[in-house]
């Protein structure tokens, strides 16, 4: 059964907090794992894990993991 409502996207770039309990998310590899994980834990449903191309500070290519979860 697909999901029916996107929840929040998670980025290995960027910080952010979690979208039922406020708990705060550090950016970096470390903490995107552990924010996937708290967001398991909270019974949403992993739609997608992959790569976004975002441009960096001095506009070269800059690569991200990212996933996106709902309910």
């Not at 996937?36 to 975002?54: A, D, F, M, P, R």
Request: hydrophobic content about 35%; some cysteine; proline content about 3%.
């Amino acid at each position: 059964m697909p999901a029916s409502e996107v929840i929040v996207k998670v980025s290995s770039n960027i910080g952010s907090n979690c979208a039922i309990c406020n708990n705060e998310f550090l950016d970096g590899t470390e903490d995107f794992e552990k924010a996937c994980n708290h967001l398991l834990s909270h019974g949403l449903k992993c739609l997608h894990v992959g790569q976004e191309t975002i441009s960096g500070e001095h506009g070269e290519p800059w690569h991200t993991t990212v996933a996106v979860f709902g309910k």
